[in-house]
């Protein structure tokens, strides 16, 4: 019978000596239960303090004993022990019948027992306990050292805002020194990090030891029939033709393919950093950058941050690989890292539809834009501007001023609108253009839009700061 059958490895046994033992101050250890079906539990205890049962585990388990605070597992206790004379009278026996469902457990030193039994946490799908909530924002700038945010942000607003977050971060440390009552951690308390480190590592440690359950008792050896040694040979010849072309493949393809993709990748990389240093310039300090003036560059900045970041962070990640999956440092970084993908993922998703539309029907909307243009930003203004040269609903003005500025405005819009009918065989293409901007989100189509909207009203907007300016000259004579 399986030796760690009758009881379910990795189960949480807790229990008290006396009344005043607290519960964290004897068993809270890497234990399991051992069977008495041809198992010596004595020697469960040696193989488990020399480490024979992580011989073929993925990876090294003095990582883990560090977190949960041993240097090595040790037998708890026995299950179905044929002789309690055997037994140490500090093991938790626990024993089975056919006329209960559950164990009856017991300890000959232990005034009473707790047992705890719990879900363990599947490491492979993320899951695992923690006293904290996990962190997903970055740090903040404040929390970065001088010398890098003194040359990224001079402007006044920026200096302003890093001085309010360091007066809450000196008012937050003044409230914590002033405390009415400061408990003592107890034992409790400062053993529980490590007893969430035991329940995160349960999952792990029942996968390592049920691949190396059979290093216990004899190992009986027989010779190899002659079928068994058909299929032995035939294996032998398939691993020795796999092991040939894999060794292909690493050798002499691999490392060619590797160096390609990472010369693309570099030189991808210095034309990013090269459009950010242009996208970041500023002429003099507190002057408006390119991405502060159009959204597009924003934009773009964006797209060129994530690409340059991505790549540093998939090698971060890929290095929680050589430890045990258990170990939950890097979860937060796993988590920022394919948010981001993923939100990226669904911005370049619907911005692909939203660009095959507008590139498959480009001529019609070509044809609307121009309509609107024509009929929003040349008639309307026409209009509006002669119905404001005569009495608008019973104001008299004043007549030659009117007249002037109507005439001269009127003049700015026939000017402009000469402008756009001039352009309007290039709006097939602008239109085009937009539509493949799509390819790189959702997000880029709009900022171009609206770039191009603001240029398209860019004669109203010049027209309305003259006049303001005009009525602002001839206030002063009016009096």
């Given amino acids: 019978m399986h030796p760690f059958s009758t009881v379910t490895l990795g189960i949480f046994v807790a229990g008290y000596i006396t009344a005043r033992w607290d519960l964290v101050t004897r068993l809270y250890e890497l234990a399991i239960f051992a069977a008495e079906y041809g198992v010596v539990a004595h020697n469960v205890e040696f193989h488990l303090r020399s480490g024979t049962f992580f011989r073929s585990g993925p990876h090294s388990p003095s990582r883990i004993y560090d977190l949960c605070g041993h240097s090595s597992m040790h037998v708890l206790g026995v299950s179905n022990a ?47 306990i923690s006293l904290n909530p996990i962190a997903l924002a970055l740090g903040d700038k404040g ?37 009415i009552i400061r408990r003592v951690p107890s034992a409790r308390d400062k ?46 010849m398939r691993n020795y033709v796999l092991v040939q072309l894999w060794t292909l493949f690493s050798v002499y393809l691999f490392p060619i393919a590797q160096k390609a993709f990472i010369l693309v990748l570099l030189f991808h990389r210095i034309l990013a950093e090269i459009l950010l240093i242009i996208l970041e310039f500023r002429a003099k300090p507190g002057y408006a950058a390119l991405k502060d003036i159009s959204a597009t560059a924003q934009q773009i900045e964006i797209r060129l941050q994530q690409f340059c970041y991505w790549p540093m962070q998939y090698v971060t990640l890929r290095q929680r690989k050589a430890n045990w999956a258990s170990v939950t440092t890097s979860h937060p970084d796993y988590i920022r890292f394919y948010n981001s993908l993923w939100l990226v993922a669904n911005d370049v998703i619907i911005g692909m539809a939203v660009g095959s539309y507008i590139i498959e029907h480009k001529d019609w909307v070509a044809d609307q834009i ?76 709009i900022a171009i839009v609206g770039k191009d909207i603001s240029l398209a009203a860019h004669h109203s907007a010049v027209s309305v700061p003259s006049v303001s300016r005009q009525k602002t000259q001839r206030s002063p004579q009016s009096y």
Wanted: net charge neutral.
């Fill in 370 to 445: 121009r309509d609107l243009l024509r009929t929003y930003t040349v008639e309307a203004l026409q209009r509006g501007i002669s119905w404001l040269m005569g009495w608008p609903a019973g104001l008299k003005l004043n007549g030659e001023l009117a007249a002037f500025l109507g005439d001269l405005f009127l003049w700015v819009i026939d000017y402009w609108s000469s402008c756009i009918e001039t352009l309007s065989p290039m709006l097939p293409h602008i239109i085009w253009f937009i539509g493949f901007s799509s390819f790189a989100g959702a997000s880029m189509p």
């Fill in 82 to 128: 044929a002789s309690q004379s055997a037994v140490d009278p500090s093991w938790v026996c626990a024993k089975t019948s056919t006329n209960s469902r559950y164990p009856r457990i017991a300890c000959a030193k232990a005034s009473s027992i707790q047992l705890i039994l719990y879900e363990r946490p599947h490491p492979k799908g993320m899951q695992y």
């Fill in 143 to 179: 929390s970065l050292p001088d010398d890098v945010t003194s040359s990224e942000d001079d402007s006044e607003e920026a200096k302003h805002e890093k001085a309010i977050k360091e007066n809450r971060r000196k008012l937050a440390e003044k409230l914590k020194q002033h405390s």
């Fill in 191 to 236: 053993a529980l990090p490590k007893i969430v480190n035991q329940v995160n590592w349960s999952w792990e440690l029942e996968q390592a030891l049920q691949q190396n359950v059979g290093r216990l008792g004899p190992r009986p050896k027989r010779g190899l029939s002659v079928s068994e040694r058909v299929v032995e040979s035939a294996t032998t």
